[in-house]
């Protein structure tokens, strides 16, 4: 397929894309940069002891302000720390 089939393929998806996006920008900091240091372990070095992953998101500011967001009912205000 030439260059320009797939740029009109790209322009198709752009607002899922966006959609998607858009919803990754509002989950917490913490537990995004966790999940992307996860996910970076397993293809690196297959399984790996997440333990410290863990305490650091269940340990987080962000995780009492996103668990106190969803008992009241609320957006949740990250702080990313």
């Given at each position: 397929m030439e260059a320009s089939g797939n740029v009109r393929r790209a322009a198709e998806h752009t607002p899922s894309w966006r959609r998607g996006l858009?919803?990754?920008?509002?989950?917490?900091p913490v537990t995004m940069r966790v999940s992307k240091e996860a996910i970076?372990?397993?293809l690196h070095a297959g399984l790996p002891d997440g333990d410290?992953?863990?305490?650091?998101?269940?340990?987080?500011?962000?995780?009492?302000?996103?668990?106190?967001?969803?008992?009241?009912?609320?957006?949740?205000?990250?702080?990313?720390?």
């Open positions: 858009g919803r990754l920008t509002r989950h917490a970076r372990r397993i410290d992953l863990v305490r650091a998101c269940y340990g987080s500011d962000d995780f009492r302000i996103g668990v106190a967001a969803f008992v009241e009912k609320r957006e949740p205000q990250w702080t990313g720390k």
